[in-house]
C-alpha cells in the first residue's frame, strides 16, 4: 500500500512536470511591460520599437492605441503575437476595469494585428473589424500564419503560442460605428501603404489613428500598396485638421505627423517620375534621389528600404504608360 502511493505520487509529479515541459516550449513568456501614454481623454498609445521585429524586442514594433469609452473599451491594432496582446491587457487594466467591447485592424500586416488572439483569449465575445478585403484576405489565404512563422523566425520564438484570430466585422470607407459612446469614422482610400488599410477618426477626442500609412523615424515595406494612393490618402486626412495623430510606428502628435510622412513620399516619387521621364533606370536613380531624401537619411531601415519604395515607385509610374 505504501509502495502505491510512493508511486502515485511520484507518477503525479512527472506528469505535472511534463505538463510544465510542454508549456513552456509551446508558449512564449510573457513580454516586459511597456508605459500607455495618454494621447487624449481617455485615449493611449503604447510605443513599439522602431526596429524591425527581433529577439531584444520580441516582436513588439507597432503603436497599438485604446480608447476609453462609456461601457467598454475600444483597441486598435493589439500587436503582433499573444504576448503582446497580453501586455495591452495590462497595460489597459491599470487604468480601467471596463472590457473591451471591441477592436479594429488597421491593415493586413500581422505585427499590427496577431495580438486579437490575447483579446479574444480574455473577451470572447468581442467584436472585430478590418476594411472587407482584409476580413476576406485573412479567410481565404494563408497570409495570418505566413505572419505567424515570420514573427517565430525573426524573434527567436519569443512569439511561439500566437495563433491566427482573423477579423470577423467588415468595413468600408465612410463607415461610422457607433460604439461605447464613441463614433469611429472609417476612411479607406483604396490602395495606400496596402490594399487593405482603414483610417481611424474619432470626432469626440479630435483623434485620428493613421495605421501604416504614416511611419515616424523609420521605413517598412510598401505591401502591394500605391505610392500615389498613400499620398492621396494622406493629403485627404490631413485636412480632417484633428488635433492628434498616431502613427502606425513613432510618436503620435499634431499635424505634423502626416505632413512628415507625406514629404518623404512625395519628395520619392517627384524625383523618381522626373528620372523616369529623362530615361534612367530605377538602379541607377538611387544615388541621385537619396539626397534629395537627406532629411530621413537616419531612420530606421533606410538604407534597406529607400532602393526598394525606388523601385517601386519606378514600376507604378512605369504602369501608368500603358
Known amino acids: 500500500m505504501f509502495f502505491n502511493k510512493i508511486l502515485s505520487f511520484l507518477l503525479l509529479i512527472f506528469a505535472m512536470s511534463f505538463l510544465q515541459t510542454v508549456n513552456s516550449t509551446t508558449i512564449a513568456p510573457p513580454i ?21 521585429p527581433n529577439p531584444k524586442n520580441k516582436g513588439f514594433m507597432n503603436n497599438p492605441v485604446f480608447i476609453i469609452g462609456t461601457d467598454g473599451i475600444i483597441v486598435v491594432d493589439p500587436g503582433s503575437s499573444v504576448q503582446v496582446g497580453e501586455m495591452v491587457l495590462r497595460a489597459i487594466k491599470k487604468i480601467s ?29 468581442v467584436k472585430i473589424y478590418a476594411h472587407d478585403k482584409l476580413v476576406k484576405m485573412v479567410k481565404n489565404t494563408d497570409v495570418g500564419q505566413r505572419w505567424v512563422d515570420s ?3 525573426l524573434t527567436d520564438k519569443a512569439t511561439e ?3 491566427v484570430v482573423a477579423p470577423d466585422k467588415s468595413l468600408q470607407d465612410k463607415d461610422i ?32 489613428i493613421l495605421g501604416d500609412n504614416v511611419l515616424l523615424g523609420r521605413l517598412g515595406q510598401m505591401g502591394g500598396g500605391s505610392f500615389v494612393g498613400n499620398i492621396q490618402a494622406l493629403q485627404s486626412i ?5 488635433k492628434v495623430y ?8 499634431d499635424v505634423s505627423v502626416p505632413k512628415t510622412y507625406l514629404e518623404y513620399l512625395e519628395t520619392l516619387y517627384k524625383w523618381t517620375k522626373k528620372f523616369y521621364d529623362d530615361g534612367i533606370s530605377d538602379f541607377e536613380m538611387k544615388e541621385k534621389i537619396v539626397p534629395k531624401l537627406a532629411k530621413f537619411k537616419n531612420w530606421i531601415s533606410f538604407d534597406r528600404e529607400v532602393g526598394r519604395h525606388i523601385s517601386i515607385a519606378y514600376l507604378q509610374i512605369e504602369a501608368t504608360d500603358f
Open 32 to 52: 516586459p511591460d511597456y508605459p500607455a501614454v495618454k494621447i487624449a481623454d481617455n485615449s493611449y498609445v503604447i510605443y513599439g520599437d522602431l526596429n524591425p
Open 97 to 125: 476595469k471596463k472590457p473591451v467591447v471591441a477592436v479594429f485592424n488597421t491593415h493586413e500586416h500581422g505585427d499590427h494585428w496577431l495580438g486579437n488572439h490575447a483579446i479574444v483569449n480574455a473577451y470572447p465575445q
Open 151 to 153: 514573427m517565430m523566425n
Open 161 to 163: 503560442g500566437t495563433q
Open 177 to 208: 460605428i457607433k460604439i461605447a459612446g464613441l463614433s469611429i469614422k472609417i476612411h479607406h482610400h483604396g490602395d495606400a501603404h496596402t490594399t487593405t488599410d482603414i483610417m481611424l477618426e474619432v470626432p469626440e477626442k479630435s483623434l485620428v
Open 238 to 242: 490631413i485636412k480632417i485638421k484633428a
Open 246 to 253: 498616431v502613427p502606425g510606428h513613432g510618436k503620435a502628435g
